[in-house]
C-alpha cells in the first residue's frame, strides 16, 4: 500500500464502513468497571480518527470524546524515559519481551529480576520510576500535549481518584520491585505518578496525532518539527508490535499487523508506519479488555486498505 | 518410646551429646544478614531446652539467650487466631496445604484465592489480620508470656526497626492480599503488628515450653491451667507437621518426623505429642534458613531418644 | 487413644455408622471414566474394614469386593524399592516433598531435578524403574500377596487393557523423567510395569491389612513375622501423611490426621499407627479423585474413635 | 529504505563488513552438542547469502556449505500445512503468542489447551501432525527444494539418527500433546517426521531464498511464479517476528527488527520484507541457541543498510 494512491473517498468511506461495523459489536463487550468512575462511560460510543503525514484528519463517530489514556500512556512514559534517561539505563530497569501474561500480572514477575517490558504494569511503574527525579507530573502532562499535537489535554481528577482508591495490586507490584532493587523510589509517589498519568484526558483524535508522530520517526508531519529521536519512535514501535495488546499481542500481529497500545480507558493508538497514525475510542471492552469496537474496526481498515505490516 | 521410661541420665546425656554435634556444624551455615540487626548473633552460639510433661527442664548450651522468635511466631498467630476467631474463620483466609515454594513467595499466591497455609509470610499476614479488629499487640505479647510460660519476653526495638526498614517484599505481599481480598486492614497497620510479633524476644526455654503446652493438648502441665483448646493445639501441631520447615517440610518429616517450626533468628521450636516440648537456639542457618545446629541436634535426638512420630 | 481400650462393641457400632455415612454421600460423587473400565463400577458401593493389631477384623458393606489398587498401589512399589534398593537410592530418584499439585502433573516436574515424591504418577514411575532390572511383575504381585495378607490379588486384565489404551499422558511423564536422566529404562516397560500394577485387584480387607503391617512397623501381628523392614514402614508413613491425599494432603492430615493414600479406584488405605488398619472401597469419587464416601467414613471414625494423630 | 537505492557495490560492502564482523565472535560462542552429530560442526564457519527481489545474489565466506535446518524447518511446516489444511484449521491446533520459554519448554504446554505458536517445539509437532494424513516426508522434501528454490535439498542421514537417539523430550511434548486430543496421530510416526524435516540439509543460500520469496509475498521473483498464497507469506511472517527467535524475540524485533527464525544447527533465515532474503550459517552458537556470528551479522547489516522493519 501508498498512502499517497489512498484517496480521499476511499480514506473517508473506509472509514466510515469501520465505525459502523464496530459499532455494530460494542453490546457484545462492557465497560471496565474495576475503575468505578470508568464504569459511567457510554458503552455504545465509537470514535475514530485518522491522521495522514500530508496533514489530513479524518474522522468518524465519538472522535472528540474525552477519555482516559490508562495503558496507552505506557507509550508517553516509554518514550519520555527514552528520550530523558537513555536506552541503556531504560532496559537496566525493564525487558523488552512478550510476557504472555496478563498486564497486571504478578505471578512471573518475582522469577525474574526485571519486568517483561514496558506496557504491562510492572514495566510501566519501573519506566516512571525512572522519570521520577527529573520530572514532575506537570512536565509529563506537557510532554503528552506535545507528542499528541493537543494542548486540551488534563488530568481527569474524579478518574484520578476512583483509582488511587483500587490500586492495592499496583502497590503490590511497586513493593515487589522495591525489594527486587528495580525501582528505588518512594512506592506511594511511583503509584501517584504512574496513577495520574493512566488518568489524563486524550480524544481519538489525540491519539491518532501521537500515532501519526510515531508513523513518522518522531517528527511532527505538520511542520516538520522533531518532537522524538527517530530511535525513540523506532524502539517505540517494535515494542508495541510484539508486547502492545498484553497476552493478545501476538494474534493483534498476524490478524491485524498495526503496532497498536490499548487501554481499559476504550483507546487504542494505531501505528501505519511511515504513513498514518489511527485513535480509537470504544468503552466497551472485550474479554481482554481491548475495546470491542476498536479491535472490529482496525481488523476491518487493515484489510480494505492493506494496511497490515506485512502485506 | 514413653517419656516415663525415658530416665533423667538419659535424656540429659542426649541433650549434651546433641548440643556437641550441633556445636560442630555451626561452621557450615550463616547467620541471616537480610535483617541487618540479626547479623550481629554471635553464629557459634548453640542452645537446647527440652520440658518434659511431669515438669522436668534439661538443658544444654545457651538455653538461656534472648533472641527473636521470627517465624517460630506465627504458631502464636494461628492459635491466637484459632482462640479468638475460630476454626472456620481462620481458613476462610487461609489453607493448609503445604505449598512447595519459598516462606516470602509471591510467585504462587497469585494464583490462589487464598495463601497456601498459615506458616508462610503470606498466610501469617492473613491471618494476623483477622486479629486486629479484636486484639492490640500487648494482647498478643500477653498472649506469648502466657504460652511460652515466660512473663520475660518483651519487644525487641533494634530487630524491630532493622525489619521495617527493609519489609518490602512484606508490603507486596500484603497489597496483594489486599487487592484479592483477603484482608480488609490497613496494609501499615498490618505489617507493623506482623513484623512486631516476628521481633519478640524468646529463648530456647521459652519454646519449649510453649512445645511443651502444644504437646500436651493446649494445657499447662505444671498446674494444669488450660491455655488452649484442645482443638487449637491439634490443629496448630497437624500444620506444623506438613508446613513447619518451609519447602523442606516433607524431608524433615521424613527424617526427624517431630513437627517442628523454624524462624530465622535461628529458633526451632519442635513438639514431640503427649511427652515434651523442645526449644532450640542457633542463628547459623542453613541454605534453607533453618538452624543448622538445630537441625543436625533434633536429628541425632529423633534417633536416640526414638522420638520419630512413626517410629 | 488406646485401641485396648476400644471394646468390640464401640468398634464395631462406629464402623456401622461411618459406613452409613459413608453410604448417603455417594450420590454427591461420581465414577472415575477417564478409564472407561473403571466406569463400570457401582457407584453406590461401600466397604470398610479394620483390622487390629491383637487380630480382630470389623467389616462393614461391601469389604470383600474386588477392585484395582490404582494409586494406593504406589505404596507398594515405594515399599518394596526401599527394601531392595534402600533408602539412598530411592532417595537420588525422588523427592519427598508435597507437590501442592494434581496427582499426574507435568507443569512442575519440568523445573525440577527429580519427581516431588514417590505418591505421585511421576514419582511412582520413576520408583518403579529402579525396580526393573531386579523384579518382574510377578515378584511384585507376590509381595501384594504378602504385605495384604492376601493369596488372592491377581491382576485385572480388562482394568490393565483399559489403562493402558489412555496412558498417553503417563507416557510423556515417562519420557520427561527419561530426558532429565532420572530414569533409564525402556519406556514402554516401565509404562507397562506401572499400569500393571495399578491394575491388581484387592479389596478393603486387603488394604487393611497392609495398613495393619504398616501400623505394626513392618510385623505382621497375627504371626509375628517381620514382611518390611521398621524403617521402611516408618518413611512410608511419614511420605503418607505428608503427600499420601495430593493437592489435599495437609487439609486432610489437619482435618482427618489419619496417614492415607487413595486410588482412583475407590481405594483408600488409613494407618493408625501402633493400632489398626482401615482399607475403605467407595468407587464414587470427590472433585479430588478421593473416595467421597470413604473421607466421610474417615472424618466420622478419627472423631468418634480419636484416631487423629495429634488428638 | 528502498532496495533500488542500495548500489551492488554497497551491499556487497556491507556483506563483507558483516562476514567479517560475525567471523570475529565465533570464539564467544560454542557449537550445540545436544546432538552429538551437530557437534561435528567447524565453530568458525560462517557464511552469508542475499538474494534480492531483482534477482542478485551476493555471497559471503562459507555461503554455500550444507547443514541441517533444524528448527528453520518449522517455517517449512508451518507454510505447508497453511498452505493444505487452511488458516481456521492450523490455529485450531497451535496458538500464535509468544510463549517467553525455551523452544522445548513443556512447563508451560500443560496449563495450556494448545501449544503457544508453530515456531517451538511442540507447535510444530502439533502442525506436523496435521500433515500426515496428507502427506508424506517426501513430499515435504520436494516443497523445501520449491521454496528454497534448491533441487539439492535431501536427507542428512547421520544427523537424523543421531536426534531420533536423542528425542525423549520431543516424545515427551508429542504424548502430553496426544493426551490432551491436540495431536491424534501415531506419536513414533509424528516424531519420526518431525525429526526429518529437521535433518534436511540446506545452505545460507536456499535460507536466502526462502526469504527471499516469502520477502516477496509468495511469488518467486525471477519467474514470476506463485509457490505460496500471499495469506500464508503474510502469516508466516508476523509469527516469525513475533516468535520467531524463542524467548528473545522481542529483543531482537527491538534490536535487529527482521522477522528471523533460527536453528541449532547454525541457520538463521531473514525476510527484509519487499526487498530481499538474508541466510546465515554460523554454528556457533550463543547461549540462547542463536548463531553468535548470525547475529552479529543481522545486527550490523540492519543499521548499515536499514533494514529494520520500523527505520
Known amino acids: 500500500m501508498n498512502s499517497d494512491q489512498l484517496s480521499d473517498q476511499r480514506l473517508q468511506e473506509a472509514l466510515k464502513t469501520a465505525y459502523l461495523r464496530g459499532k455494530e459489536v460494542t453490546g457484545k463487550g462492557a465497560v471496565a468497571t474495576y475503575i468505578p468512575e470508568l464504569g459511567k462511560a457510554r458503552p ?3 470514535g475514530l480518527c ?4 500530508d496533514g489530513k484528519v479524518y474522522k468518524a463517530g465519538d472522535s472528540n470524546i474525552r477519555f482516559t489514556m490508562q495503558s496507552v500512556s505506557k507509550l508517553l512514559s516509554l518514550a519520555m524515559a527514552l528520550e530523558i534517561r537513555g536506552y541503556d539505563t531504560v532496559f537496566e530497569h525493564v525487558g523488552m519481551e512478550p510476557s504472555g ?4 500480572s504478578i505471578v512471573e514477575l518475582d522469577t525474574r529480576t526485571k519486568p517483561h517490558n514496558p506496557l504491562i504494569n510492572a514495566g510501566a511503574i519501573a519506566v516512571e520510576s525512572l522519570l521520577i ?12 500535549r506535545t507528542v499528541c499535537l493537543d494542548p486540551e489535554i488534563t488530568l481527569n481528577r474524579q478518574v484520578y481518584n476512583s483509582e488511587m ?13 522495591k525489594s527486587k532493587n528495580v525501582i528505588h523510589t518512594n512506592v506511594d509517589t511511583s503509584i501517584e505518578l504512574y496513577t495520574k498519568i493512566c488518568s489524563i484526558n486524550v480524544s481519538a483524535e489525540s491519539l491518532a496525532n501521537f500515532a501519526m508522530v510515531l508513523a513518522n520517526g518522531g517528527v511532527n508531519p505538520l511542520n516538520g518539527e522533531r518532537l522524538l529521536k527517530e530511535s525513540t519512535a523506532q524502539t517505540v514501535k517494535a515494542i508495541m508490535f510484539t508486547c502492545g495488546m498484553y497476552d493478545g499481542s501476538g494474534t493483534f500481529a498476524v490478524e491485524v499487523g498495526i503496532p497498536t497500545k490499548s487501554g481499559v480507558g476504550g483507546g487504542l493508538l494505531s501505528v501505519v508506519d511511515g504513513k498514518m497514525g489511527i485513535g480509537v475510542y470504544g468503552p466497551s471492552l472485550d ?3 481491548n475495546s470491542i469496537a476498536g479491535i472490529t474496526a482496525l481488523k476491518y481498515l487493515s ?9
Do not use: P, S, W
Open 303 to 311: 484489510k480494505e486498505l492493506g494496511l497490515h505490516m506485512f502485506a
Open 133 to 144: 527525579e527529573y520530572k514532575q507530573f506537570e512536565d509529563m502532562l506537557n510532554f503528552a
Open 44 to 46: 455504545e460510543a465509537v
Open 50 to 53: 485518522i491522521t495522514t503525514k
Open 165 to 177: 482508591a483500587t490500586c492495592d495490586r499496583n502497590r503490590a507490584i511497586a513493593y515487589l520491585l
Open 287 to 289: 474479554e481482554n479488555g
Open 101 to 104: 501474561v496478563a498486564f497486571n
